[in-house]
């Protein structure tokens, strides 16, 4: 019934918020929640914080606006090529990285991003720190690019991305890809005596996570119709994906979804109501509140839900 | 031949021979207990061939294959299942979850899978408790859930660290139940164990281990009169005058 409810939403929300703002903010929660979503496989089904998926976004980003503005390469291509591009990607840092436990894998993620922005910052054929603009075309779905003030394509294409998103985790939630996220999650070592190889399986939730993170990356690419280093390679970006997973409620199904809403509705409301100089102050709420949720809610908002209902029964 | 045999195995952790050249087989069908006092080597002997060790010398074959230098999650896919000293359950898991992870080994489907797992846990007696948070049972029950995640895998051949460890008598007692159970399945069992009273009925041969070393392997009765063993255990005052 819920999920019913919440597609229902979902669909009419550009219809009854016709005006660019709201819609906007539409944009960015999916956009948001499918980063979220993608970042929760790893570091909330197998328990690997891996604070450096602002990689696959830049991957994901970078791919498909170079091979436009270079090649003429539609967006979609430039789309399909760039999540291959960050599957490769997370193969290497994977098996790089994975045989490091705990606070050391994070440690590896951190430095492998700052890596790769640095590489892209000094680097002119890839736009350096001036960034790359996106080549503007006709407006359609065919070219990824939608013009004016109605925002509700591209709305409707990132809901598809994130549907399709959930999705895929719903599936795996109950497949033994799943349990066997979870086990290497709950105890590698005791994994490992029911046969399960954690390592094939970390690459594996790795890799679908870079796919998800990596269209997300060539979503806002064509949104914002601009990237830099500073935008779509900087760490606040795996840092807030984070968050919305950890907020929402870590290695659950909606949890990220729930997680992008509250902090982008956070961030938004605090950045509209305290002007311009709201950006400080939004992100001590937000630090604040992730704060109190890490003491008293450690389960998330789909904790606090299923406390909730428990009450209720 | 034996579907275990371990041969002149030495395992040394720096400067201290933890096993020193054991040999010792275990057939098929067997109980068979592996004993000895505090820091005698029979937990590192355990995990050597549960594939967390990798022996300096020696060779381990199980069913004729050679397993000396295998990783645990090969042991397993081998058909080795083990439980551990101190519980490694999924804490966060329900009961059944836990299993269903060991149920996925060797099973074609999800419903295949939880089938399995489903059967093993009536098996086990912990089929009331399946939907638990493995974090909310008891110690005894929390091992047999070990027990019960190793069965799901298929092995053929469980091997039990301390089963026993920890339990009161009606626990240990329930859980001697389980294992002559699972030993009537068909499956091989070798298990460390502490409580003698435990392990001495329901063993088929006793391996007695002592500062790394094999001092004694046999039925229970007569392991349990050797001179060797008693001073291993007692000190050799007690050593009974002949």
Same mark, same amino acid.
């Given at each position: 019934?819920?999920?019913?409810?919440?597609?229902?939403?979902?669909?009419?929300?550009?219809?009854?918020?016709?005006?660019?703002?709201?819609?906007?903010?539409?944009?960015?929660?999916?956009?948001?929640?499918?980063?979220?979503?993608?970042?929760?496989?790893?570091?909330?089904?197998?328990?690997?914080?891996?604070?450096?998926?602002?990689?696959?976004?830049?991957?994901?980003?970078?791919?498909?606006?170079?091979?436009?503005?270079?090649?003429?390469?539609?967006?979609?291509?430039?789309?399909?090529?760039?999540?291959?591009?960050?599957?490769?990607?997370?193969?290497?840092?994977?098996?790089?990285?994975?045989?490091?436990?705990?606070?050391?894998?994070?440690?590896?993620?951190?430095?492998?991003?700052?890596?790769?922005?640095?590489?892209?910052?000094?680097?002119?054929?890839?736009?350096?720190?001036?960034?790359?603009?996106?080549?503007? #075309?006709?407006?359609?779905?065919?070219?990824?690019?939608?013009?004016?003030?109605?925002?509700?394509?591209?709305?409707?294409?990132?809901?598809?991305?994130?549907?399709?998103?959930?999705?895929?985790?719903?599936?795996?939630?109950?497949?033994?890809?799943?349990?066997?996220? #979870?086990?290497?999650?709950?105890?590698?070592?005791?994994?490992?005596?029911?046969?399960?190889?954690?390592? #094939?399986?970390?690459?594996?939730?790795?890799?679908?996570?870079?796919?998800?993170?990596?269209?997300?990356?060539?979503?806002?690419?064509?949104?914002?119709?601009?990237?830099?280093?500073?935008?779509?390679?900087?760490?606040?970006?795996?840092?807030?994906?984070?968050?919305?997973?950890?907020?929402?409620?870590?290695?659950?199904?909606?949890?990220?979804?729930?997680?992008?809403?509250?902090?982008?509705?956070?961030?938004?409301?605090?950045?509209?109501?305290?002007?311009?100089?709201?950006?400080?102050?939004?992100?001590?709420?937000?630090?604040?509140?992730?704060?109190?949720?890490?003491?008293?809610?450690?389960?998330?908002?789909?904790?606090?839900?299923?406390?909730?209902?428990? #009450?209720?029964? | 031949?034996?579907?275990?045999?371990?041969?002149?195995?030495?395992?040394?952790?720096?400067?201290?021979?933890?096993?020193?050249?054991?040999?010792?087989? *275990?057939?098929?069908?067997?109980?068979?207990?592996?004993?000895?006092?505090?820091?005698?080597?029979?937990?590192?002997?355990?995990?050597?061939?549960?594939?967390?060790?990798?022996?300096?010398?020696?060779?381990?074959?199980?069913?004729?294959?050679?397993?000396?230098?295998?990783?645990?999650?090969?042991?397993?896919?081998?058909?080795?299942?083990?439980?551990?000293?101190?519980?490694? *359950?999924?804490?966060?898991?329900? *009961?059944?979850?836990?299993?269903?992870?060991?149920? &996925?080994?060797?099973?074609?489907?999800?419903?295949?899978?939880?089938?399995?797992?489903?059967?093993?846990?009536?098996?086990?007696?912990? &089929?009331?408790?399946?939907?638990?948070?493995?974090?909310?049972?008891?110690?005894?029950? /929390? /091992?047999?859930?070990?027990?019960?995640?190793?069965?799901?895998?298929?092995?053929?051949?469980?091997?039990?660290?301390?089963?026993?460890?920890?339990?009161?008598?009606?626990?240990?007692?329930?859980?001697?139940?389980?294992?002559?159970?699972?030993?009537?399945?068909?499956?091989?069992?070798?298990?460390?164990?502490?409580?003698?009273?435990?392990?001495?009925?329901?063993?088929?041969?006793?391996?007695?281990?002592?500062?790394?070393?094999?001092?004694?392997?046999?039925?229970?009765?007569?392991?349990?009169?050797?001179?060797?063993?008693?001073?291993?255990?007692?000190?050799?005052?007690?050593?009974?005058?002949?």
């Amino acid at each position: 019934m819920l999920p019913v409810a919440a597609a229902v939403i979902a669909l009419a929300y550009p219809k009854v918020f016709s005006l660019p703002y709201p819609q906007h903010v539409g944009v960015l929660i999916c956009m948001n929640a499918l980063m979220a979503v993608a970042w929760n496989i790893t570091g909330g089904y197998t328990g690997q914080v891996a604070l450096g998926n602002t990689v696959f976004f830049g991957i994901g980003a970078y791919t498909s606006s170079l091979l436009l503005r270079d090649f003429g390469v539609n967006p979609w291509i430039g789309m399909l090529a760039g999540t291959i591009l960050s599957m490769i990607a997370a193969v290497v840092l994977g098996y790089t990285t994975f045989r490091l436990r705990g606070y050391y894998f994070t440690i590896a993620c951190i430095a492998m991003a700052e890596i790769v922005s640095a590489i892209v910052v000094n680097t002119r054929r890839l736009g350096g720190a001036v960034g790359v603009t996106i080549p503007i #075309r006709d407006a359609s779905l065919l070219n990824f690019q939608f013009h004016g003030t109605n925002k509700a394509p591209y709305y409707y294409t990132i809901l598809t991305f994130l549907a399709v998103a959930l999705f895929v985790v719903y599936r795996v939630e109950r497949s033994k890809l799943g349990y066997y996220f #979870r086990a290497i999650r709950e105890d590698e070592d005791g994994a490992r005596a029911l046969g399960v190889n954690p390592a #094939r399986y970390k690459l594996i939730a790795f890799m679908l996570s870079a796919l998800f993170t990596s269209v997300a990356g060539t979503f806002y690419a064509q949104y914002v119709m601009f990237i830099d280093p500073a935008s779509v390679l900087a760490q606040p970006v795996s840092v807030s994906m984070c968050l919305m997973a950890v907020l929402g409620g870590l290695g659950t199904l909606w949890g990220p979804v729930l997680g992008a809403m509250a902090l982008i509705g956070i961030s938004e409301a605090t950045r509209v109501t305290l002007g311009g100089t709201g950006q400080a102050v939004d992100l001590m709420i937000y630090g604040l509140l992730v704060i109190v949720f890490a003491v008293f809610q450690p389960t998330g908002l789909m904790g606090m839900l299923g406390k909730l209902k428990a #009450r209720k029964e | 031949m034996a579907l275990l045999e371990v041969t002149n195995l030495t395992k040394r952790f720096g400067g201290l021979v933890a096993n020193d050249d054991v040999t010792m087989s *275990v057939n098929e069908g067997e109980i068979v207990g592996l004993i000895g006092p505090n820091g005698a080597g029979k937990t590192t002997l355990f995990n050597s061939i549960a594939g967390v060790y990798n022996p300096e010398q020696g060779k381990i074959l199980f069913r004729g294959e050679d397993i000396t230098r295998y990783n645990p999650e090969q042991a397993c896919q081998a058909g080795i299942a083990r439980t551990f000293q101190i519980v490694r *359950v999924f804490k966060g898991m329900t *009961v059944l979850d836990n299993v269903m992870v060991g149920s &996925y080994l060797r099973s074609q489907s999800d419903a295949d899978a939880r089938e399995r797992a489903l059967e093993v846990l009536k098996f086990t007696g912990l &089929y009331p408790k399946k939907d638990y948070l493995a974090s909310a049972l008891t110690i005894a029950d /929390k /091992k047999r859930l070990e027990m019960a995640r190793a069965l799901a895998t298929r092995p053929t051949l469980l091997m039990l660290d301390e089963a026993m460890a920890g339990l009161n008598p009606t626990e240990c007692q329930a859980a001697v139940d389980c294992i002559r159970a699972i030993s009537r399945e068909g499956i091989t069992i070798l298990m460390v164990e502490h409580v003698m009273e435990v392990i001495m009925p329901i063993s088929d041969r006793i391996v007695v281990l002592n500062s790394g070393k094999k001092i004694a392997e046999g039925e229970p009765k007569a392991v349990s009169a050797d001179p060797e063993v008693i001073k291993a255990y007692l000190g050799g005052k007690y050593v009974a005058r002949s």
